[in-house]
């Protein structure tokens, strides 16, 4: 189970910047001019929503005047509840992308028939680092070793 959460931060380095970066961008032109909008839209006691669908447009042309406008006429309570619900909604989507990017078994990610199997050195236990029939750069297969060398060979000849 190790491998596969460790695969899916391997794969999602860059993901998880560009989704933080996307956060910040959704929370500013998104979220902040529609709880300005509630705040303005209930100042009468109830939700207006004449005054929500008149003042909605000019926070939305405006973001950043709309995230001063929060803080100063005191609107951060339905600016903070209002994000924190679409944090949650953003991180049980970006949950399911990264569970969804792990890799299906431990070998997803390996090059089948390169020396990746191995790790620090351990090819050279069976393989040569010089001489040899040739497997992979730096991969021989020694003609002097006991038991079996027969390599199989799969690909094309090209003659020009």
């Not at 695969?7 to 300005?36: E, Q």
Request: hydrophobic share 45%; aromatic share 16%.
């Amino acid at each position: 189970m190790n491998y596969k959460i460790e695969g899916a931060i391997r794969r999602n380095r860059k993901n998880f910047i560009i989704c933080a970066i996307l956060w910040v961008f959704l929370t500013i032109v998104f979220v902040s001019p529609v709880a300005y909008t509630i705040f303005q839209a209930n100042q009468g006691g109830a939700f207006n929503m004449e005054v929500f669908l008149q003042v909605i447009g000019a926070n939305f042309t405006n973001p950043f005047g709309t995230i001063g406008n929060i803080f100063a006429n005191g609107a951060t309570g339905d600016f903070f509840s209002l994000l924190v619900g679409f944090t949650i909604v953003y991180l049980i989507f970006f949950f399911i992308g990264f569970v969804r990017s792990a890799p299906k078994n431990e070998f997803s990610d390996i090059e089948h028939g390169s020396s990746d199997w191995s790790q620090r050195g351990e090819q050279y236990q069976i393989l040569s680092k010089n001489k040899g029939i040739i497997l992979a750069e730096d991969n021989y297969l020694p003609v002097d070793k006991r038991g079996n060398v027969n390599v199989l060979v799969v690909g094309r000849i090209w003659n020009w």
